[in-house]
């Protein structure tokens, strides 16, 4: 089997965030000028704290939380120890009469069993006591850490006080752009990082997201066995929050994990000679977690039912229909995450997309289910009706046996039914609403295009978008299900996962290791059917699927307009604008003008509200004319919607955004230019400058607006961004041979037949539902590429219409071979999947 063999390496100049000389900077200090925050060791959990006491809005609500949560787990343990064994149910039930002197009535103590029988039956159960001797461990250990944290985040408390000059009183009314802005200034005087004299941007979010973006980019790869095909759900995506936790246990910072702090690989990850010691070495260890999790999996599961059933149940009581809400999964928010893309940026995307997620998913309804659901609405409400009228007569009628229960389940009925039956002013049009979706969560797969009105569309989106009621069953399932895949699935992954961690980690000067996808680097990780095409080297192994390098890039850069990218980087936004300038003039200069009625639709000028934008760029007809994909023509209708969405990001520029931010908020004061707290930002889509986060002001609610509203308009250029790069790559896919990234194959046995015709690569399905209808395409001789074992996996050349295919045989995650080797296809795998508890050191962000 051949890999693809390339040693752990130094970050090279076009990655380093350094200045030209300040490679192997160390910065020295007097010893008598040195503050309290002068060279931190561990930069990764200093930011981290950093951001985590940001994310909960200062020291005191961080505290109570704490507080909070470890007063919860002594009374889960406590109250249910209490209902199992001093509890007299039969007196509860009226099973049992109970004799009174002074009175017939019974009284809840009644049913309280004394306290030396309690104590008594609680010491002569041993299940009990092995429960309450583990909770207690597990208590004692969240305490110490508890103790732990307070004094590292009393320290936290004084940097933002002293360093950052910002008290905890108003540390809710500052963005995170803000505190970071800061916290790059006082660089310069406190040195905390000694290594350079500087920080950027991307030095602070590659710390507090080392982590998190190799699990991003292994989930982007396809290496985490987290997709399985099961004889009777049929395609299933199983990725829980426990899982998750095994993951990181085994990679990170568990013992024996591939790193040796929080910043460095160790070394013998670093070389491939001894890859399959390694992967031997890994194997056992995860075989060891797996029979520890099965061996502890009767605790872990008692306690998972405990805290459901007191989490939701009071929940579902109040609310019935809560549990058929959606919520993002797991995964899903692995696979729509950007690399270097924050918890709060994460969350505050999807949940704009979470409206109209929901429409889209609540217009198919099964009509037969529709019927069926009112017809038992309608019985159980008649007979509900029947028993609200009998009680409002006589409320004795409540003490007749299951009346009450008979009128509780019959109103959650009467919900769940409700929750099947379609709303009748509602409008189908699945498409618009897939478009819409699109603008929030950045990413999404080719063959969902045009097929938004199918089944099979519909429940691939809700793999990542599914049922509260499915995210808890598989969290109650987890404990369980767990330890099979560690033994069983993760272990067979064991090279490949040794290769992936040697061949995407770069040490970057100032940072230590990270994942060199997380560089953000269309050179080394472009795709070229993303607007990468001939700027970029990298293989079909080293490419990130989906355009992730790309979009991640344009995100970032948009979110961190300080951020000076790197020269590829520089060069691939300079080439965007550009070509986003051009193609909104021909948009104006011809389609507006052969179109009359269209023109409307370009009062996106006039009116740069960000929901404007974003409403009229998606309710004009490119995105009607999207819907007749098949029709003559279809490309000029692609060449419209891309003329749309430059228009629209043209629309975005500095002065319009700024006199609209002038005319429309007059409450919001713009601060100077020169303010020291501003943060002033160059926008995407042109030249000048546009604020994009700025100091609290005299007022911290104006403040706090205006930073709202650039914000907002951020996050409108990243939506019609990401718009007009799906737009691109669909009209470059139209001449390629497409390769479907959804359902992407098992790499332990997964490959393309290098060899076939070109009349069967033209009928080459995207996935095992939707055929792949491509026009025909010129197949052009494979590009020589520089560097030994590189191998360019497809360019184009939109502008001229040209394309160049290359089809390379996939082989496991170890690599892409080299030779020219044939394989089978075989049948393609879907996938899916909250933000969750971190490991112990690495505190949860919010």
């Given at each position: ?60 609500c961080m505290l109570l939380g704490e507080i909070f949560e470890l007063v919860q787990l002594v009374f889960v343990v406590a109250f249910t120890v209490f209902l199992a064994n001093c509890v007299d149910y039969d ?756």
């Amino acid at each position: 089997m051949a890999h693809f063999d390339t040693e752990y390496q130094r970050l090279e100049a076009s990655y380093s965030d350094s200045p030209p000389g300040e490679e192997n900077l160390l910065v020295h200090v007097p010893e008598g000028s040195k503050s309290p925050w002068h060279h931190i060791e561990n930069l990764d959990l200093f930011f981290q704290r950093v951001y985590n006491l940001h994310q909960k809005n200062g020291f005191t609500c961080m505290l109570l939380g704490e507080i909070f949560e470890l007063v919860q787990l002594v009374f889960v343990v406590a109250f249910t120890v209490f209902l199992a064994n001093c509890v007299d149910y039969d007196i509860l039930f009226a099973n049992k009469f109970v004799n009174h002197t002074d009175s017939l009535k019974v009284t809840l103590p009644d049913a309280f069993l004394p306290v030396d029988v309690c104590s008594a039956r609680i010491r002569d159960s041993v299940p009990v006591i092995f429960i309450l001797v583990i909770s207690g461990v597990f208590w004692l250990h969240r305490l110490v850490k508890f103790i732990y944290n307070i004094c590292c985040y009393w320290e936290i408390r004084s940097f933002y006080i002293n360093a950052l000059k910002i008290s905890m009183a108003d540390l809710p009314y500052f963005t995170w752009q803000e505190v970071q802005a800061r916290i790059v200034e006082i660089q310069k005087e406190h040195q905390i990082c000694i290594h350079k004299k500087e920080l950027s941007e991307l030095d602070i979010y590659h710390r507090i997201l080392r982590f998190k973006n190799y699990m991003v980019a292994m989930v982007n790869k396809s290496l985490l066995p987290v997709r399985f095909r099961l004889p009777v759900l049929g395609d299933t995506v199983f990725y829980t929050r426990g899982l998750k936790y095994n993951f990181e246990l085994i990679f990170f910072w568990g013992p024996g994990s591939l790193f040796e702090n929080e910043w460095s690989l160790k070394s013998e990850y670093k070389r491939g000679g001894n890859r399959l010691e390694l992967a031997d070495r890994l194997s056992s260890r995860i075989l060891w977690i797996g029979i520890a999790n099965l061996l502890l999996c009767p605790v872990i599961l008692i306690w998972q039912i405990l805290y459901a059933f007191f989490s939701y149940t009071e929940v579902i009581k109040r609310e019935p229909g809560s549990l058929g809400a959606r919520c993002w999964s797991l995964y899903g928010r692995f696979y729509l995450r950007h690399f270097n893309e924050l918890d709060h940026e994460l969350m505050s995307r999807l949940s704009k997309g979470y409206k109209a997620s929901s429409k889209y998913m609540n217009c198919f309804m099964s009509p037969l289910l529709t019927v069926v659901a009112k017809n038992v609405a309608f019985f159980a409400g008649s007979i509900l009706a029947v028993l609200i009228a009998l009680t409002i007569y006589d409320e004795d009628v409540l003490a007749v046996e299951h009346v009450l229960s008979s009128i509780t389940l019959l109103g959650v009925c009467i919900t769940v039914c409700r929750s099947f039956i379609p709303d009748k002013h509602m409008v189908f049009c699945p498409e618009q609403l897939l478009k819409v979706i699109l603008a929030h969560i950045h990413y999404m797969p080719d063959h969902w295009q045009g097929n938004a009105h199918r089944y099979e569309t519909r429940d691939e989106f809700a793999q990542l978008f599914q049922y509260k009621a499915v995210f808890i069953l598989e969290e109650l399932l987890s404990p369980v299900i767990t330890p099979f895949i560690l033994i069983f699935c993760l272990r067979r992954k064991s090279l490949e996962i040794i290769d992936f961690f040697r061949n995407f980690t770069v040490d970057v000067v100032g940072v230590g290791d990270t994942c060199s996808f997380a560089q953000m680097d269309v050179r080394q990780h472009g795709h070229p059917a993303w607007m990468s095409a001939g700027k970029t080297e990298a293989s079909i192994y080293q490419q990130a699927e989906d355009g992730k390098t790309e979009l991640s890039l344009m995100h970032f850069a948009i979110t961190n307009p300080h951020w000076q990218p790197p020269r590829e980087s520089t060069h691939f936004i300079s080439l965007l604008k550009e070509k986003v300038h051009r193609d909104a003039a021909v948009g104006q200069q011809g389609i507006i003008a052969e179109n009359a009625g269209f023109t409307s639709t370009h009062s996106l000028h006039n009116d740069s509200e960000p929901r404007s934008l974003i409403a009229n760029l998606l309710m004009g007809p490119p995105s009607l004319a999207s819907l007749h994909l098949g029709r003559e023509g279809s490309i000029n209708h692609v060449s419209i919607g891309v003329s749309e969405g430059a228009s629209a990001l043209r629309s975005l520029s500095p002065v319009s955004t700024s006199l609209h931010l002038r005319g429309s908020y007059p409450s919001a004061r713009l601060p100077r230019s020169d303010h020291p707290a501003v943060v002033a930002g160059r926008g995407m889509a042109g030249s000048g400058t546009d604020a994009r986060t700025i100091s609290s002001g005299s007022s911290a609610w104006e403040g706090q607006l205006t930073s709202m509203i650039l914000s907002e308009y951020a996050s409108t250029e990243m939506s019609i961004h990401a718009l007009y790069m799906h737009e691109m790559h669909k009209q470059q896919s139209r001449g390629e041979l497409s390769r479907h990234t959804w359902h992407r194959q098992e790499s332990d046995e997964s490959s393309e037949s290098v060899n076939e015709d070109v009349e069967a690569a033209r009928n080459f399905p995207r996935s095992s539902t939707f055929p792949c209808t491509t026009t025909s395409h010129q197949e052009g001789a494979a590009a020589q590429q520089s560097g030994s074992q590189r191998r360019q996996g497809g360019t184009s050349d939109p502008s001229s219409g040209s394309f160049r295919v290359q089809r390379t045989p996939r082989m496991a995650m170890g690599g892409w071979s080299e030779e020219n080797q044939t394989s089978r296809h075989h049948d393609p795998v879907p996938e899916e999947g909250s933000e969750d508890e971190l490991p112990p050191h690495i505190h949860k962000v919010t």
